[in-house]
């Protein structure tokens, strides 16, 4: 397809968007740098994220120890999700599609797959918990809200870009206020628990908790950009950054922090009644107030998936054969992402929070190589230059199958595999030596960046600036140094 216009004509007095995985040209380019800090607070800030924080207490750990895990591992893992927002301005691009420069037009669809894995599962998780949400004011029949939930999300993204970048900086202010109030009845009107329960302190149990909250933000690193791409080419990258990791990981920590006291205080804790039970204690009525105030972040954030699904999706099909960018085309894509939510919510397990944890760490393995391979490739091979019409050209420069980013990838993967730790499914020798404690990401971040880094030293960069700069003179008639 052209990198530059789409098919269905300009965007200008159009209320749903029309670009898709094209080139958003600079007079189109708009927003400003601080959006990025509320889209990824209210991003971040829904129900997942505080089931993340159950987990610490459940394997043992105290409130305290398991909050210093969560803020360490959100830390972590916001660092190199945040990154990635400073490639939209730059680049012009859907995240994803970024990464034929580092594995070659098709080769692109191996982190595609586990991309699109992440979309689905989190619109899964989603949309059974909104439905339970909307299960205390009105009957919870699963096989009319799941797709009723799902179309509505998918409508919010057929719209786009900016109206997603609208609900999301409103419902911020929602959140905020609902959530403060929250916590603070959380700390004054729980007890303390019992001293034979209020947990201590182990390292297995805390590199667990620490992984969990550092692979759920990473898992964010696959859409970065997709909501970055319209801001100015010229956009300060530290601010850009800097808002991007403020709201992804204040919510983070926040979320989950909150779910770990809860996990402390609350017998059997559940995302719906606990936060019910507290909500409650300021008058009744209060807790179910917060939940539905919670359906809409996730009725939100599932269009952010749906989104970054379909635009995935038209990234790969179009890999191996040309697509249009055609709202009947991003129609179409959304809306088989819509049913295959659904049918797999209808299929997941009753006991859907064990499901969860082991598909945050699954997550985790599959993006740690992709997101290492694309930052060093960004930030240390290229810098951030890039000819876009070549990565449209499966004849060009970044070639249909690049070895480089696929053996970086591949490599640090497997050396991942002796460090897995999946409660219930498997555990690496390595892991198991260790009681269990996942160090999996540190393994995946250094061998698959370190690799790629070695192998990019033979990359001709002569001829890609020569390209570049024929590139950007096709694409906006300037050459932009």
Do not use: C
């Not at 599962?121 to 439905?131: E, K, R, S, W």
């Not at 996990?263 to 179910?288: C, E, H, M, W, Y």
């Not at 972040?297 to 635009?311: D, E, H, K, R």
């Amino acid at each position: 397809m052209s990198p530059s216009t789409p098919a269905s004509g300009s965007a200008a007095g159009s209320v749903i968007e029309q670009h898709s995985i094209d080139y958003v040209p600079w007079s189109e380019r708009r927003g400003k740098v601080w959006h990025q800090a509320p889209f990824w607070f209210t991003g971040n800030f829904v129900l997942p994220t505080m089931v993340i924080g159950f987990l610490g207490p459940e394997l043992g750990l105290s409130a305290g120890s398991s909050f210093l895990a969560i803020v360490l591992g959100a830390l972590f893992g916001t660092f190199f999700m945040a990154f990635h927002a400073n490639q939209g301005p730059r680049m012009g691009l859907p995240q994803m599609i970024q990464s034929r420069a580092q594995f070659g037009s098709r080769g692109v669809i191996v982190p595609f797959l586990a991309t699109v894995f992440v979309y689905i599962g989190f619109m899964v998780f989603d949309v059974i918990l909104a439905t339970q949400g909307l299960g205390l004011v009105l009957p919870g029949v699963t096989w009319i809200w799941y797709p009723l939930l799902t179309a509505l999300s998918i409508v919010i993204a057929v719209v786009g870009h900016d109206l997603l970048h609208f609900v999301q900086r409103w419902l911020t202010y929602l959140l905020v206020a609902a959530f403060a109030i929250t916590t603070v009845l959380a700390f004054t009107t729980l007890p303390a628990p019992a001293a034979g329960h209020a947990g201590g302190f182990d390292l297995t149990a805390f590199l667990v908790q620490f992984s969990l909250a550092a692979g759920y933000n990473i898992s964010y690193a696959v859409y970065v950009s997709d909501y970055s791409r319209y801001l100015p080419p010229k956009s300060s990258a530290p601010k850009l950054i800097f808002f991007t990791y403020l709201g992804a990981a204040g919510s983070a920590v926040w979320l989950m922090g909150l779910g770990s006291l809860l996990a402390t205080r609350i017998p059997k804790v559940d995302a719906i009644g606990s936060l019910k039970q507290v909500g409650d204690n300021l008058f009744p009525g209060f807790g179910t107030i917060v939940i539905l105030i919670s359906t809409l972040a996730l009725i939100s954030i599932m269009g952010v998936n749906a989104y970054g699904a379909m635009l995935t999706s038209v990234s790969g099909l179009d890999a191996f054969r040309s697509v249009k960018a055609t709202v009947r085309t991003r129609v179409v894509g959304l809306t088989v992402v819509g049913i295959v939510t659904v049918v797999v919510a209808l299929l997941i397990p009753a006991d859907y929070l064990g499901s969860f944890n082991n598909f945050v760490l699954l997550m985790l393995y599959f993006l740690i190589p992709w997101t290492s391979v694309n930052l060093v490739d960004f930030y240390a091979v290229r810098h951030g230059h890039y000819a876009i019409t070549e990565i449209f050209n499966p004849h060009g420069i970044y070639r249909r199958w690049s070895w480089r980013g696929l053996v970086a990838y591949g490599v640090g993967f497997v050396a991942m595999i002796p460090f897995f730790s999946l409660p219930g499914l498997f555990t690496g020798p390595i892991a198991e030596a260790l009681g269990g404690a996942d160090f999996s990401f540190v393994v995946g971040l250094v061998v698959a960046g370190l690799l790629y880094f070695v192998f990019s030293r033979g990359i001709d960069h002569t001829e890609e600036e020569a390209a570049r700069r024929s590139s950007q003179l096709e694409l906006e008639g300037a050459v932009d140094d």
